[in-house]
Nanobody, 124 residues
Framework: QMQLVESGGGLAQAGGSLRLSCAASGRTFSSYAMGWFRQAPGKEREFLAAINRDGGSTGYADSVKGRFTISRDNAKNTVYLQMNSLKPEDTAVYYC?????????????????WGQGTQVTVSS
């Protein structure tokens, strides 16, 4: 099993920034591609961003491209999501996930382990 623990969520104002972290344990972190998803109330969970094993390739959903940045530090077993220019519609529970398959993974079924989520609330 791989354990994933998100942190860094909270309350932000519109136009502000937050940085989410996801700490991994239990498996070799650098052997997993990573992704971030979110789920707003009453909506399905959606893909946000993904990064490959060595961090050399990233992919984003159109809704966050140019505002959010995914990165990873394999020495710290951590993946990050820097969120800038936040909007009220970014309010959701944010999840990190890991995939045993390298590359940019956008579909939920391609991920094997999930964190418990962290709440992000953006006020207008």
């Amino acid at each position: 099993q791989m354990q994933l623990v998100e942190s860094g969520g909270g309350l932000a104002q519109a136009g502000g920034s937050l940085r989410l972290s996801c700490a991994a344990s239990g498996r070799t972190f650098s052997s997993y591609a990573m992704g971030w998803f979110r789920q707003a109330p009453g909506k399905e969970r959606e893909f946000l961003a993904a990064i490959n094993r060595d961090g050399g390739s990233t992919g984003y959903a159109d809704s966050v491209k140019g505002r959010f940045t995914i990165s990873r530090d394999n020495a710290k077993n951590t993946v990050y999501l820097q969120m800038n220019s936040l909007k009220p519609e970014d309010t959701a529970v944010y999840y990190c996930a890991s995939s045993m398959w390298d590359g940019i993974r956008r579909a939920q079924y391609q991920y094997h382990f999930w964190g418990q989520g962290t709440q992000v609330t953006v006020s207008s």
